[in-house]
């Protein structure tokens, strides 16, 4: 990759993503609060969340770097079970979020050191 | 922006005093939970936002180009999918429908968050979705479920995430070569503990728990199907399996 793209494209692109990325954010809101949804679209978006964070949880953790690889001699899986623990008796994100930070550093040094 | 005053009409009175607190306080008050509630986010927001600045000012981005970037488009994923288009020679079409691919979501989100955002003015509603993220998303909805979420405290969220995704950025674009390696300090994982915690605190009751896996679930069987395509991957499988989980749980638990 070199800098050779004119800055003209790159302000298009900018002001581009800037308008589709608030238009994605902003359209739905605009419509959706302002009409009273069916029941079957209101308990599907009731369970948006919990999928959303399910399908992010898999990606981070057990395909680190887009691929899938044995998560047993990996950091991730054990870091993320640390964080899960800290959350569930702090119930506190930054603790949680440093906890797993420390413990994903820890782990990935004990395995070097174990030679995996 | 100024915090909107008066609470959403969606909440529940809470039990416990914690709770009480936190919706009786002032506006400023609320919005200052807001900025710790969403203090994780800054963190997490900060090593990535230095990517960015780095990749974006490798790829001929300035500083002043970098830094708005961020700070308009506030699009994680979307930013850098970008950054691989545009080094790949793309012109400005094929850049903006893969940035619109990757943060497809949003729609999803703004969607899920819009039943707590009725009844606001139409300037606050514009200011919640600028700085809707899967995070920022994330932490306002397990508020909401606590009763404790206000347009205030919102807006904190999405203030402090703003700024540490800018500031990463900042620090990317201005410092880049002259930073050591972020990772010995475990940012990499950054976000991987923010959604896990996340995942947690959204899990309410066994059903809950049982859509997450099943979406995970699909992330994976999704990632072994090799046809698929490989610079939208991932952002396919997160809104697919989201969609598909979430119908899975609408139509098998119809009381709820």
């Known amino acids: ?107 990935q040094h004990a395995l070097r050191a174990i030679g995996q | 922006m100024p915090p909107a005053t008066g609470s959403s009409p969606d909440h529940q009175r809470p039990e416990d005093p914690a709770a009480a607190i936190a919706l009786m306080g002032s506006a400023p008050a609320r919005f200052r939970r807001g900025l710790r509630l969403g203090f994780p986010i800054f963190l997490g927001y900060l090593p990535v936002g230095i990517a960015f600045g780095i990749l974006a000012g490798q790829i001929g981005f300035s500083v002043t180009q970098t830094v708005i970037c961020s700070a308009t488009a506030l699009a994680g994923a979307g930013q850098f999918i970008a950054l691989q288009f545009l080094g790949d020679g793309s012109g400005v079409l094929g850049v903006l429908i893969a940035t619109t691919v990757v943060n497809l979501r949003y729609v999803l989100f703004a969607s899920t968050i819009s039943t707590y955002l009725r009844n606001l003015r139409t300037p606050t509603q514009a200011a919640l979705a600028f700085s809707l993220t899967d995070e920022t998303f994330a932490i306002n909805i397990a508020d909401h479920r606590q009763g404790l979420a206000t347009p205030a405290s919102m807006a904190g969220v999405g203030a402090v995430s703003w700024l540490g995704w800018v500031l990463g950025t900042f620090i990317g674009a201005v410092g880049a070569g002259r930073i050591g390696n972020p990772s010995l300090f475990g940012v990499d994982f950054a976000m991987p503990a923010m959604f896990t915690a996340l995942f947690i605190a959204l899990a309410q009751d066994w059903r809950h728990v049982v859509i997450g896996v099943i979406s995970g679930a699909l992330v994976l069987g999704l990632a072994s199907l090799p046809a698929l395509g490989i610079h939208l991957s991932t952002s396919w499988f997160l809104l697919i399996a989201s969609m598909v989980g979430a119908g899975i749980g609408a139509a098998v638990w119809r009381e709820g």
């Open chain 1, 1 to 107: 990759m070199k800098a050779s793209l004119s800055s003209t494209l790159i302000w298009a692109v900018i002001v581009g993503m800037a308008a589709l990325n608030f238009a994605m954010r902003f359209q739905p809101i605009a419509v959706v609060s302002r009409v009273n949804l069916p029941a079957p679209i209101a308990r599907w978006l009731s369970f948006v969340p919990i999928s959303v964070m399910g399908a992010l949880v898999a990606s981070e953790v057990l395909l680190p770097n887009q691929e899938w690889s044995n998560p047993l001699v990996g950091p991730h899986l054990y870091a993320a079970i640390v964080t899960a623990l800290v959350f569930r008796f702090t119930r506190s994100f930054l603790g949680a979020s440093l906890a797993g930070m420390a413990s994903f550093v820890l782990f």
